[in-house]
């Protein structure tokens, strides 16, 4: 036996199913004890009652036919199996369990890992491919999904420029136009022409173009592709050796605190991926 909604948490119903036979015997517009109890005693030749652990039919039961064996659904069986398992893992295994790296990546692994080297990438799913490997295959080893492998398959590797080469070829056109912006600026100040209208002509604010004419302007940003110190700076190196040896980020910040850092557990992670290496 079993509850149902007749409408949910106002009216519930009790549906009746024969164990052996698994069809619905009889549905009750009712859960309660005294209804429930008054339909079991219709039928004398009761032996087992499968129900859930709700007080209300066990009552019922026991009134109704004392010497009925009372047993647990199915559900409820498996339930309460699943909770006493996760009890017994809570209380016998910690929390987190460390797993140490067993595996060290080659050099070549590390570039062909590194996402910046897309033109690697590409060589070596279209030289898989014709060995024979499947896209799923390759898209394990770059650690990629399938999708992105099916575009470096459809792109010549004769023609992939890796990101980095493509990044600095965006900052020369970018100082390119920014130098001819300047001469231009520098070349319309030469004619007479006001500051603020030389600032509309090129789009620029009048702040802009006032740099623009100082002699000892350059286009050239100093603080391009520096890195900026920061508190893990003196501990890159150390990070990267310990994460190489399988320690946990956890475990590599309790050391090097010791010996002065005061930064989280997040910065060692994006270190790591920001130098694409992950032990």
Not at 16 to 30: C, E, K, Q
Not at 112 to 129: D, G, T, Y
Not at 138 to 149: E, G, M, N, Y
Not at 165 to 187: S, T
């Amino acid at each position: 036996m079993d509850d149902f909604a007749l409408r949910k948490r106002f009216s519930y119903g009790t549906v009746m199913v024969d164990l052996d036979t698994h069809r619905i015997i009889d549905l009750i517009p009712s859960r309660d004890t005294d209804d429930v109890r008054e339909w079991l005693k219709k039928f004398s030749n009761i032996e087992v009652v499968s129900r859930d652990g709700a007080q209300i039919y066990a009552h019922a039961v026991q009134k109704a036919h004392p010497e009925v064996v009372q047993v647990s659904d199915r559900f409820h069986l498996i339930k309460g199996l699943s909770e006493a398992v996760d009890k017994y893992i809570i209380r016998t295994f910690p929390a987190k369990l460390e797993i140490p790296a067993v595996t060290v990546q080659s050099p070549e692994i590390k570039q062909l890992l590194n996402i910046n080297n897309r033109s690697k990438r590409v060589r070596f799913a279209h030289e898989q491919k014709e060995a024979g490997m499947t896209v799923y295959e390759i898209a394990v080893i770059l650690h990629c999904t399938p999708k992105t492998v099916d575009k470096y398959l459809n792109i010549d590797p004769d023609t992939v420029v890796d990101r980095t080469i493509a990044k600095e070829k965006q900052h020369q056109l970018a100082l390119q136009q920014k130098q001819k912006d300047v001469d231009e600026a520098r070349e319309l100040a030469k004619n007479g022409i006001p500051i603020e209208h030389i600032a509309k002509m090129l789009h620029h604010t009048y702040r802009t173009i006032q740099r623009y004419l100082d002699p000892g302007y350059s286009v050239v940003n100093g603080h391009y592709n520096v890195r900026i110190p920061n508190k893990l700076a003196p501990f890159e190196e150390k990070v990267i050796m310990l994460r190489g040896q399988g320690m946990t980020y956890p475990k590599i910040h309790e050391i090097i605190s010791k010996e002065g850092y005061n930064g989280s557990v997040a910065s060692l992670r994006m270190l790591c991926k920001k130098n694409n290496y992950e032990g």
